[in-house]
Nanobody, 112 residues
Framework: QVQLVESGGGLVQPGGSLRLSCVAS????????MGWYRQAPGKQRELVAR???????NYADSVKGRFTISRDNAKKTVGLQMNSLKPEDTAVYYC??????WGQGTQVTVSS
């Protein structure tokens, strides 16, 4: 069982920025592919960004050029830098490890 703890969500105005962080409990962190997902009310959970254990990345089309995913294997942490936020980015954001374990989620609300 791997535990994930997310932080960094909150309320931000359109055009603003937030940085999410997720810390994993496993010492094998460096071997795992990591992802950020989000779920808006009434919608299915969707992939936002993924960073593999070789540091390759991929992004949802809706966030390309605005969001950046990163990882720090020494700190067992994956981050998501979100810039130029839009109201449609409002959702609960979840961290995922190895397509298996999930964090509890952190709320991001973009509103004026």
């Amino acid at each position: 069982q791997v535990q994930l703890v997310e932080s960094g969500g909150g309320l931000v105005q359109p055009g603003g920025s937030l940085r999410l962080s997720c810390v994993a409990s496993t010492d094998s962190f460096r071997f795992y592919n990591m992802g950020w997902y989000r779920q808006a009310p009434g919608k299915q959970r969707e992939l936002v960004a993924r960073i593999n254990n070789n540091y390759s990345t991929n992004y949802a089309d809706s966030v390309k050029g605005r969001f950046t995913i990163s990882r720090d294997n020494a700190k067992k942490t994956v981050g998501l830098q979100m810039n130029s936020l839009k109201p449609e980015d409002t959702a609960v954001y979840y961290c995922n490890i190895g397509s298996t374990f999930w964090g509890q989620g952190t709320q991001v609300t973009v509103s004026s």
